[in-house]
C-alpha cells in the first residue's frame, strides 16, 4: 500500500536559519505529491505540490523536488521566520482502481521558529 | 467567507451519545472527506464520497457513518460515542480536474467525548 514517511518534529530553528523537513513516500502507481501546511487553530492549506519526477514545487519561499529515484520530496526553505512556525504536512496521491485518487498524508512535522 | 465550513467548532459530549458534525462547502467540488487528527498521528481518513451517490469507507470508518445530503454537504455520525473517538476532525473538498486532487480543508472541530 500507500505510505509516507516524514522526519519526527518538533524542529526548533532560530529566524533566518535554513530548514529541511525530509519526506519519502511508497506508492505503487505515478503519484503527486503536496506538501500541506497547518497554522495553530487552522485546517490544512496546501502550500505546494508537484505532479511528476523532476518538478519543483514551490511557494513562499518553500520548495521541494520530486526525486523519484530516491522517492523524496523534501521540503525546504532558505530562512524561516517566526510566522512560519506550524505544522508540516507530506502527502501523495496515487490513483487506485478506476483513475480515483486517494490521498495519503504523513503524520506531520512540527516547526518551531525563535526570534 | 470560508468555502469550507464546519459546524460545531467545539462540541464536548458524553460516552453513548449519538452526535453528528456537519460539514458545507461553496467550492462546487463533487469529492468531499473526513479524517480524523491525532497527536503524533497525522491526519486518517474515515468516509469519503465521490457524489452524492457514491459513498466510501476509509482506513477508519468503525464506528461511525456519513450521509451525504447535497453536492455541498457531507455530515459525519458518530452513533455511539466512546472517548477513544476524542480527535479533531477535519472535511475536506476537492476537484480531480483542477490538479489531480488537491485538497481544501475546513477549519476543523474539535470533539471531546467524556
Known amino acids: 500500500g500507500n505510505s509516507v514517511t516524514q522526519m519526527e518534529g518538533p524542529v526548533t530553528l532560530s529566524e533566518e536559519a535554513f530548514l529541511t523537513i525530509n519526506c519519502t513516500y511508497t506508492a505503487t502507481g505515478y503519484p503527486s505529491l503536496f506538501w500541506y501546511v497547518q497554522y495553530p487553530g487552522e485546517g490544512l492549506q496546501l502550500l505546494l505540490k508537484?505532479?511528476?519526477?523532476?518538478d519543483k514545487g514551490s511557494n513562499k519561499g518553500f520548495e521541494a523536488t520530486y526525486r523519484k529515484e530516491t522517492t523524496s520530496f523534501h521540503l525546504e526553505k532558505g530562512s524561516v521566520q517566526v510566522s512560519d512556525s506550524a505544522v508540516y504536512f507530506c502527502?501523495?496521491?496515487?490513483?487506485?482502481?478506476?483513475?480515483?485518487?486517494?490521498?495519503?498524508f504523513g503524520r506531520g512535522t512540527s516547526l518551531i521558529v525563535h526570534p | 467567507d470560508a468555502d469550507v465550513t464546519q459546524t460545531p467548532r467545539n462540541r464536548i459530549t458524553k460516552t453513548g451519545k449519538r452526535i453528528m458534525l456537519e460539514c458545507s462547502q461553496t467550492?462546487?467540488?463533487?469529492?468531499m472527506y473526513w479524517y480524523r487528527q491525532d497527536p503524533g498521528l497525522g491526519l486518517r481518513l474515515i468516509y469519503y464520497?465521490?457524489?452524492?451517490?457514491?459513498?466510501n469507507k476509509g482506513e477508519i470508518s468503525d464506528g461511525y457513518s456519513v450521509s451525504r445530503q447535497a453536492q455541498a454537504k457531507f455530515s459525519l455520525s458518530l452513533e455511539s460515542a466512546i472517548p477513544n473517538q476524542t480527535a479533531l476532525y477535519f472535511c475536506a473538498t476537492s476537484d480531480y480536474t483542477s490538479g489531480k486532487e488537491t485538497q481544501y480543508f475546513g477549519p476543523g472541530t474539535r470533539l471531546l467525548v467524556l
Open positions: 508537484a505532479t511528476k519526477a523532476d
Open positions: 502527502a501523495l496521491s496515487d490513483p487506485v482502481s478506476g483513475g480515483s485518487y486517494i490521498p495519503t
Open positions: 464520497s465521490f457524489d452524492v451517490k457514491d459513498i
Open positions: 467550492k462546487g467540488h463533487d469529492r
